[in-house]
């Protein structure tokens, strides 16, 4: 072999190697997108979780969203205020103090309580039952109960019970939302987590029809939303259902669960709000 055309094999394709960087570098620096340093400390301090909940693709997109002005500090409800004055202090801006939030399951049709209209022998998931005839229940507005909320929840904060329902595992909850967008009944819900009365039914349908259906069904006869069922107001019916406004001054609607006919409103237990209200 001839030592000199190794010796020129190589010095050529160094020089070849060279250039080329020298080349690469001119076209990053003249054409690359800089990247503001916020978006890094941003998503350093968050949780990670990649749930959606802020509206964004994953944690960098909603760090890049901040950064820009696109998203409010307190977008993140994983990381709730904690990492809201994190994310304030590094943007400069005064962050304002959240409610802290909480899912909870709108519907008390287990199986006790609630009548099947034919047996189910389809795909275990509500989003494909909930397809066919309006599934399986009675009530085409009840749970379905096949957990796709529970496989969505990516904190391990829910799981079904023996009787067939969802339960919350509040001290996990972040209020992420990624099993109200699951559950294709929209019968999870989040409400704020110092409330410890919610309605657990969304039918709207009426009287005997929603009897026969589920022994704990809203019947939509509106004694919760009356003075004498409620006097302290707050709740207005939308048709035949009553919707709660957790922000009327003053409200307490212990009063509607002990006037509801039907049992349709739920008390979350005391000791899991008294955390919430202390925190």
Known sequence: MDLTALVYAVICL??????????????????????????????????????GACGFPGCSGYAEAVATGKAPVTGCTPGGDPVAAIISKIMGVAAEGTRKMMAVVR?????????????????????????????????TYGCLGFGDC??????????MSAAGLPVVVEEKCTACGACVRACPRDIIALIPADESVYLGCVNRGRGKAVKDACRVGCIGCSICAKEKGNPR?????????????????????????????QSSFVRRLPAAVEVQKAS
Request: aromatic residues 10%.
């Open 14 to 51: 160094g020089a070849l190697g060279l250039g080329f960087g020298f080349a690469l570098g001119v076209v990053a620096k003249k054409f690359g997108i800089e990247v503001d340093p916020k978006v890094a400390e941003i998503q350093d301090n968050l949780p990670g979780a990649n749930c």
């Open 107 to 139: 519907c008390q049709g287990d199986h006790e309580r609630a009548v099947d209209a034919y047996t189910y022998y389809g795909v275990p998931r509500c989003s494909v039952a909930a397809g066919l005839d309006s599934g399986h229940k009675a009530c």
């Open 150 to 159: 529970v496989e969505a929840c990516p904190f391990d904060a829910l799981f």
């Open 233 to 261: 107001g707050g709740i207005e019916m939308d048709d035949a259902l009553p919707v709660l406004d957790f922000d009327h001054p003053g409200h307490d609607f212990s009063d509607a669960l002990r006037a509801c006919p």
